[in-house]
């Protein structure tokens, strides 16, 4: 699978602030994935997007599948601590069994 | 609880040696992949499996091996070929292979 632009690499936020990362792809993708690894762990799902256009909410989390297919946007809402970690999105063409995945995002909140 | 484990958490391999790292999913997931996580980067598909007894190689596949006898069940076997192989080893399955995927909490592997 190709690499996807991420950005930005890190960030450092403080408590409380509204915080936004993204994800960019060569191609047009169907789906689009976000997830979060905390360290020594495996990534979790937060979102599935599956439509351009299509916004969808988990929590204080919020992705939304840009409308050229070519990219994705999470934000993250009224930061706290437990927000730390690395943030990856993923994604995947029409005819595509393989997932492209980001660098990641790795978050860092100042208490 | 359903989901997948992997084991050993951490594991060390001597030159020459080859080590097999285990993966064991109750979702009931047909598909099943494996992936190198290094840091600062994406993660890298090197196998993943459709369905009993089937697998096909993914981007770096060279130095690596896998099984898949059992559904529920994918073991990687790092290789001595494999000639840089100090990374953290994720395993995923999804319900099918479009489904989004589901991570286990890796397997650190260092060089003696």
């Known amino acids: 699978g190709q690499q996807l632009n991420q950005s930005p690499q890190s960030m450092f936020i403080q408590e409380g602030e509204d915080v936004s990362m993204n994800c960019t792809s060569s191609?047009?993708?169907?789906?689009w994935l976000w997830y979060k690894q905390d360290p020594g762990e495996g990534p979790v799902l937060l979102i599935a997007l599956y439509k351009a256009g299509e916004l969808t909410s988990n929590g204080r989390l919020t992705a939304q599948f840009g409308i050229t297919r070519k990219d994705s946007f999470l934000n993250i809402s009224a930061s706290i601590p437990s927000d730390v970690g690395i943030y990856f999105c993923?994604?995947?063409?029409?005819?595509?069994?393989?997932?492209?995945f980001g660098a990641g995002t790795t978050v860092t909140v100042r208490a | 609880d359903g989901g997948i484990t992997q084991s050993p958490k951490y594991l060390f391999r001597k030159e020459g040696q080859n080590v097999t790292l285990s993966c064991e999913q109750n979702l009931n997931h047909d598909a099943m992949y494996w992936y190198r996580q290094d840091p600062g980067q994406g993660l890298r598909l090197i196998y993943y499996s459709q369905i009993v007894n089937d697998f096909q190689k993914g981007d770096i596949a060279e130095g690596y091996s896998v099984s898949r006898e059992k559904k529920e069940s994918f073991p990687l076997t790092v290789t001595s070929a494999q000639k840089n192989p100090t990374a953290f080893y994720l395993c995923?399955?999804?319900?099918?292979?479009?489904?989004?995927?589901?991570f286990g909490d890796g397997t650190r592997l260092s060089i003696l």
């Open positions: 993923a994604g995947r063409g029409a005819n595509d069994y393989k997932l492209s």
């Open positions: 191609s047009i993708f169907n789906t």
């Open positions: 995923a399955s999804s319900g099918v292979l479009n489904q989004p995927q589901h």
